[in-house]
């Protein structure tokens, strides 16, 4: 009878810890200024469409809390285009990915290439005509980990705008940082980061590729 009411004691605890009902670490921490840093460039695309511009936007978060304990476990990510549709090419595909990867992405048809550290977690994702929004997740059903360590990135390989209107995207960035030890992890901090792209094409110029950092 008393090993039974200390199996069940245990067991009480153990679903406490993972419900986090009980926790054995802080319930908040305070980061640091620029915990988050978001750089985003956009890139024109060659095209031989007469009636519209193509444009490639490479968000990078920059986690800058150093910790082993204080993780990014969960990050949402907004880019909206005014007068632009996006078309296709993002990365992170949706879907479960245990484990964060590295791959090399073509910039046009030159060689240089863009090398991306894509997240782990679970990736959801919701577009519209100018939109287009990631949600990753870290902890999901039994499954628990931070979804990366130094910094991710995320693609939206095409959107497209009228022929020399006036390129504008404003991307937003909600990055939440998590308390993990072996029996349990919650979030303790969360941070913004917004961005905007601007460029005004010159009538003519549509064999060229320019880029920039956007503000």
Do not use: K
């Not at 200390?6 to 980061?31: E, H, K, M, Q, Y």
């Not at 245990?98 to 782990?120: F, I, K, N």
């Amino acid at each position: 009878m008393i090993l039974f009411v200390i199996l069940v004691g245990i067991l009480a605890v153990l679903a406490a810890l993972r419900t986090d009902l009980v926790r054995i670490g802080p319930s908040s921490v305070t980061l640091p200024e620029q915990a988050l840093r978001l750089s985003v460039t956009w890139y024109r695309l060659g095209d031989i469409d007469p009636e519209h511009d193509y444009y490639r936007f490479w968000i990078h978060v920059q986690n800058r809390v150093d910790s082993d304990s204080i993780v990014p476990y969960a990050i949402v990510v907004n880019i909206s285009a005014r007068e632009g549709e996006t078309l296709g090419g993002w990365l992170p595909m949706a879907g479960d990915h245990d484990r964060t990867q590295r791959v090399q992405w073509p910039l046009d048809d030159s060689s240089t290439v863009l090398s991306l550290d894509l997240p782990a977690g679970y990736v959801n994702r919701a577009d519209g005509t100018a939109y287009f929004m990631w949600n990753v997740q870290g902890e999901r059903g039994l499954s628990s980990q931070a979804i990366f360590r130094d910094g991710a990135d995320f693609l939206v390989d095409s959107v497209r705008f009228p022929e020399n209107a006036t390129m504008e995207a404003h991307i937003s960035v909600l990055l939440t940082w998590y308390y993990t030890n072996p029996f349990q992890a919650y979030p303790v901090a969360s941070q913004t980061g917004t961005a905007t792209c601007r460029y005004v094409p010159d009538p003519g110029s549509e064999g060229s590729r320019p880029y920039s950092a956007c503000e």
